[in-house]
Each structure stands twice: as C-alpha cells, then as structure tokens.
C-alpha cells in the first residue's frame, strides 16, 4: 500500500493552514490527456493525505469510460499548491494524485505511473532524463468568434490595438511561479494571437504535472479578461499551428550524456543512440506524442511544422529533431531539440514513449544517420505521416507501443482513437459542400 511520510503530510497541512485554504482540488490525468478531478474541503485533507479517496475511476478511460469502477485517488504531497487565480480567502490548492487500485497497487491505466515505470528504468541505469517543453498557443476574442485578440507576429512588442496578450502572458508567468513552476522565457509567437511561454528543465514526471498546471493556469487567467485560450494544434488554415518542442537532455551521475561533443554530430554517442532511437521510432508513438485528428492538419500544413523524421545541427522547419550548436564553455547544456509533439498530447505517455525510444537505441546502439541540410536531402520514404488513420494503421501493427503500454491499456487507447477517426471519416465539412455540392 502506497503511504505518505508524516513529515510531508505535515507540511502540507501547514501551509494550506496558514493560507487559508478551505477547499483542495484533487487532480489527476486521464489517457487521453484531459486533466479531470474533484473537490474536498479542509476537514478531510489530513485522512485523504494518509488514506487516499475512493472515485469512480472509469472516468481515468477519458471517451471510452464504460462500467463504474471503484479506485482510489492518492494526492502526492510535493505536487500541493495554492491555485492564483482563486479568492484569498478562503483560498483554493491543488494536489496532483496518483491512481491506486482498491488493493493499493498502482493502476496500469494512470498515465503519472505509467511514466514512473519508465523513470524506474532510468534509475535502474543511474539515468536522470531532463525536458524543457516550448508551449504554443492563441489567445482568442471567443471560442465562437475565433478571432485572434491581436495582429501581433513573431517577438511584436507593441500591438496597434492594445497590448492585452503582454497582460495575459505577465499575469500567466506569475501565476506559474507563485505555483512553483519556473519560467525561461515568454514571448509573442508568428502568428496573430499566438504566444510561447518555455518551461524550465526538470525532470519527467516534474514537467509533465507542470504542463497539465500550466494548461489550467493559462485557460483561467485568460476567462477573468473574457479571453479563450486554445492549445489545438491548427485552429487557423492561413495560420501556424501550435507545437510543443520538447528539449531533452540524459544525465548519468550528475552528468550530461549528451556534452561529450567531439563528434561531427554535437553530442556524444550515447546521445546519437538516443537521437536515433527517437527518430526510428518517432512514427510508432505518433499516436500518443500527435494523438488527435487536428494534431495532422498542423504537421500536414506547409509552415514551421516538421514535415520528415530526420535531423540537423541547423535549425530549419523540416526536421524532427535539432541538434543545436552549443556555446563553448557551455557543454553542459547539450541537449537535442524534439519537434514532432504538440501540446495536445498527454505529456506522461508522450514522455514514457520518448524514454522507453531513446533508451532501446541506446540498449541497442542504433546508428545516427546523415544530417538533412537542406530539402534535397530528404528522402520521401522518411516523411511524417499526414493524418491519423494512418498513424492508427501503423499503430495496430507495431509492437514497440506495448512496450510503452500494456496490452490491456493500448487497447483501449487505440479503441479511443479509432472512435475519433471514424467519427471524423464521416463528417463531411464545410470543404467539401463549398467544392462539390454541384455535382
């Protein structure tokens, strides 16, 4: 039975004390990605910090839940925080939890511990794995109107109908640090609406519970200015979708695998077996790391977007993967820059695919192919899939997911995804009325 030490349920308990929290949301991670939860108040933290709490936990299969199941939510004392947006008082906290079976084992279906298996792994191999994710997304009058709130593009300072996003994103960054979560840089992005706000490097199951905060964070601090704020992939045709370009570095013993940059590559060979693994495996994850219909219209779309699983020192907009130059004297930031994923993804099930790739090519030392410098290089068998039902043919083929997944569980995720496919297969849009309602 999983149990919390004294000493953290104390100082919890403290804080949400002299803060005066009356009411705790308990929040959790369903396959799919969407952050679902519940609410206690003060008089039952202390037993739910020691005891967990029963919940229908079928709610933990997102679109394919079916029967009730009983399961036990169990918060994790390190994940509490005061919610920034919510009255003084009585304040409001969070408290990411894990998903126990009603035995006290973890659950095969929650995504956190799916990514703490891959991070016992690591460990296994005295291996830290470190991630910093670039998130993209727009800020919009309304979800009806779909217009974005401003004509801003790339790092515009001054806007010429005023400067509400500078607002919304400083309001955002300090809400973020007041919850623990450490900013590198914040700015507007290329397209009208757009921003990026870069998380700090940390460490995988960090950063994923920083990434489902910051969706929320983001959302809330847009709706008390009347502004919606949407993470899809490609909401705008005529615009540049949004990505989450993840930079990834592995540390053995305090040190960076990946500095050891005599290599015409950048990094070490450890570091190209990871980065070969990556891309060898890229298109067998895209499923979770691109999981949604739109996630294709952005990679599909002729912009910033990769379009092939290859790699460069050279940043371009083709690439999977940048292996940036780095710095002399600053060898300790090596590190390679995944392109692929977008911020609609399930962050612990696209970092468990990312671990478990990287690891088997080191495991079994795959070979880092050419660079592609420019766009004769590219080889067409090499070009990322261009929408979902492909993926999902892909999907039912390869064994490497269950590698990420178990059986039991890879089946109901891709059974969720077929939904979505085959619901999208039907739908005729708009497209095609305006182009063949006279035939």
């Known amino acids: 039975m999983k149990n919390n030490n004294q000493e953290s349920i104390n100082y919890v308990l403290n804080q949400a004390s002299e803060n005066k929290v009356k009411f705790i949301r308990l929040w959790f991670t369903d396959l799919f990605g969407n952050i679902k939860g519940f609410g206690i108040t003060d008089y039952e933290f202390e037993k739910v910090l020691k005891e967990g709490i029963s919940f229908d936990g079928s709610s933990i299969f997102g679109t ?64 830290n794995f470190y991630v910093a994710p670039e998130i993209e997304y727009f800020y919009l009058e309304s979800s009806e109107s779909m217009k974005p709130i401003d004509e801003k593009t790339y790092f515009d300072q001054i806007g010429i109908h005023g400067d509400l996003g500078s607002d919304l994103r400083r309001n955002t960054v300090l809400g973020l640090e007041k919850m623990g979560i450490p900013i590198q840089k914040f700015h507007h992005e290329v397209s009208p609406g757009q921003q990026e706000i870069s998380l700090r490097y940390s460490d995988s199951v960090t950063i994923a519970d920083s990434i489902q905060t910051f969706k929320i964070i983001v959302k809330e601090i847009a709706m008390l200015s009347n502004v919606f704020a949407t993470f899809m992939p490609k909401p705008f045709e005529e615009f540049e979708g949004n990505g989450m370009h993840l930079h990834i570095s592995l540390f053995k013993d305090d040190k960076n695998l990946f500095s050891q940059n005599s290599l015409k590559s950048g990094i070490s060979k450890e ?100 660079p592609s410098l420019e766009i004769t290089d590219l ?48 739908y005729v849009s708009g497209f095609e009325l305006n182009n063949w309602l006279n035939l």
């Open 271 to 370: 570091g190209e077996y990871f980065t070969a693994g990556l891309l060898k495996h890229a298109v067998d994850f895209m499923v979770i790391s691109n999981q949604w219909v739109n996630s294709y219209k952005r990679i599909a779309a002729d912009n910033e977007s990769p379009s092939h699983i290859s790699w460069s020192n050279i940043p371009n907009n083709f690439n999977a993967i940048t292996i940036p130059q780095i710095r002399k004297g600053s060898e300790d930031s090596s590190r390679i820059e995944f392109r692929i994923p977008d911020p609609g993804c399930n962050p612990y099930l696209t970092f468990a695919a990312i671990i478990t790739a990287g690891l088997k090519g080191m495991k079994n030392k795959y070979k880092l192919e050419k």
């Open 379 to 426: 080889i067409p068998e090499n070009s990322i899939p261009s929408n979902l039902g492909i993926v999902l043919d892909h999907s039912r083929k390869n064994s490497f997911l269950k590698e990420v997944l178990s059986e039991e569980v890879l089946e109901i995720y891709i059974k969720g995804k077929e939904t979505e496919w085959n619901a999208f297969s039907k």
């Open 64 to 127: 394919e839940r079916s029967n009730e199941t009983e399961m036990i939510a169990f918060p994790d004392p390190t994940t509490f925080e005061i919610l920034p947006w919510r009255p003084d008082e009585p304040s409001v906290a969070k408290i990411n939890c894990d998903i126990l079976k009603k035995d006290g084992s973890p659950s095969n279906f929650d995504s956190r511990n799916i990514l703490k298996k891959k991070v016992e792994d690591l460990i296994n191999n005295s291996l």
